[in-house]
DNA sequence: GTGCTCCATCGTATTTTTACGATTATCGGG
DNA sequence: CCCGATAATCGTAAAAATACGATGGAGCAC
């Protein structure tokens, strides 16, 4: 807690939610799962946003290594990155878990949960 | 996509992701996840933040439906909402896994991912 | 080289989020 | 009923996110 940093594991957490959490980048995730190989062209027409508002929000999940973009010629080719979202499910999964352990079996009465 | 609402499925999951995405309230959340009967005077001291701005991020942890408070005499008594977590890891699983459905097998050369 | 297409970055205005102190509301104990 | 303890809400100031047009940069065709 406190000023202390956050361990890079957290910081990393809060960088995807963060990235996830914003309705047109969660539009352009859907939008990227539907359509595996589409290039920033196609988000923005989707979006009916400007280009370059599509561009920062991109960049957004860029760096939060929700999507990956590789140049593919003069355009650039958006997909997915399964490792960050499958990484992400786990942590929430571990979430969960961590909870389970604790508040498990027969503490009904104890408390709130 | 345009200026058309998103589904309220995609509303509530925006609403979970933003609610997580915040250095603060991810350390609340771990805190709960470790103190599964705390309140939220003990949110506030391990926080070193105003009693008032913890307030105001559980606040937004309970609209997003993250955890759950229940007055516990004089008191409130946070906990995790462990359905929410559940439903989360499952959408974050639908992604990765809509994904897998399109880009598996063998499209190593045709684009980028 | 010139030009063209596609996209990222810059500068700026607007909106939203964040954090605080002060105030208000609620629950028990006397 | 009044009090003390616990939290939520209000008002405000500062910081960050958002969206845009304009500019700049990289790749390809010629």
């Given at each position: ?38 290039i920033t062209g196609d988000?923005v027409a ?68």
């Amino acid at each position: 807690m406190k000023t202390i940093a956050l361990p890079d594991r957290d910081e990393r957490l809060v960088l995807v939610f963060k990235a996830l959490g914003n309705p047109l980048r969660m539009q352009l995730v859907r939008y990227m799962a539907e359509h595996p190989q589409c290039i920033t062209g196609d988000l923005v027409a989707a979006s009916h946003l400007a280009q370059s508002t599509v561009s920062e929000h991109l960049k957004v999940l860029r760096e939060a290594g929700v999507v990956a973009g590789t140049v593919e010629g003069p355009a650039r080719c958006y997909c997915l990155n399964e490792d960050t979202l499958r990484w992400l499910r786990e942590e929430v999964a571990a979430l969960t878990q961590e909870l389970e352990a604790c508040c498990a079996p027969e503490m009904e009465e104890t408390a709130c949960c």
